[in-house]
């Protein structure tokens, strides 16, 4: 079954055809763009496409590669002979599995999102490169090897904070989901509020790409960060009708907080604004 834009999600032409070869090719998709540009909803996307199961790792800093295998809780084992528990002989019974047992043991094809693997340790993606290739791993402390049922979709998402090794890259399909153009956002916006006014639409998305052109910006506002900067214009009459009504030389626009996220970017907007009024004397 092709990939395909859902009621609920806008995929390109070029994303569609980056899903689709990499289920094609049995390869990992390895997404890369923006914080806040869809890449990991593609993932929950998908798997409602194709009427599957989603299985999510989220990656932290402090992630082992192993821990996505199974983890062997051994202290739990030495407390449970020290005090004479039952089954305590059963290796198997400490045994955890995680998410990748999890989608090898899946009864049907599911997706597997891996979600943000450039946070784990730069040795973190090698550490899979042989499970993701033979789809099976041993489990050393009770002699089995747990092997794929059906090989499933896997997903991986990184927000380019550490550069991924050549021999993981070797191994994926890449795709870099570009910022949506204005066609694309309205299209974004449209399946999210799809009885929005059309005038909110084209004053807020003004505002929103006016802002993501600021020189010098630290954090340009994201996707999901318009989407909830029209709900709230949405539910605020008032702050609708400032955004209608906006000075050109004022550059905080109502409910700005949804969109401006941190104090060096709004002394920044302020200076640009008092820089505009200056210029308009």
């Not at 090719?25 to 996307?45: D, F, S, V």
């Not at 999890?102 to 899979?128: C, G, H, Q, S, Y």
């Not at 006014?197 to 802002?211: G, I, Q, W």
Request: glycine share 4%; with cysteine.
């Amino acid at each position: 079954m092709a990939f395909d834009s859902t009621s609920t999600y806008v995929a390109t032409e070029a994303l569609k055809q980056a899903v689709n070869a990499a289920v094609k090719l049995e390869r990992p998709l390895l997404i890369k763009g923006e914080p806040g540009t869809g890449k990991t909803l593609l993932a929950e996307e998908l798997a409602a496409s194709l009427g599957t199961r989603l299985i999510t790792w989220h990656i932290k800093s402090s992630t082992k590669a192993a821990q996505g295998l199974y983890e062997y809780d051994a202290v739990s084992r030495l407390r449970d002979s020290q005090l004479g528990i039952e089954g305590v002989e059963n290796v198997a019974n400490y045994i955890q599995p995680g998410k990748l047992w999890e989608a090898f043991t899946a009864d049907e094809r599911v997706v597997l999102l891996i979600d943000e693997i450039d946070k784990a340790d730069i040795e973190f993606p090698n550490d899979l490169l042989q499970e993701l290739d033979r789809m099976e791993f041993h489990v050393y402390e009770t002699g089995e090897t747990i092997r794929a049922r059906h090989r499933p979709i896997i997903v991986i998402t990184s927000n380019n904070e550490k550069e991924l090794p050549d021999a993981f890259l070797r191994r994926c399909f890449f795709h870099y989901i570009e910022f949506p153009d204005r066609e694309t956002m309205a299209a974004i916006v449209d399946v999210h509020f799809p009885d929005i006014a059309p005038k909110l639409v084209s004053e807020a998305l003004e505002v929103f790409f006016d802002l993501r052109q600021a020189p010098g910006l630290k954090k340009k506002p994201s996707t999901s960060e318009l989407v909830d900067w029209l709900k709230l214009l949405m539910a605020d009459e008032l702050a609708r009708e400032a955004l209608y009504q906006r000075d050109p030389v004022q550059a905080i626009p109502p409910l700005a907080g949804a969109l401006v996220k941190n104090e060096q970017d709004t002394a920044l907007l302020e200076r640009l604004a008092f820089m505009l009024r200056r210029q308009g004397r």
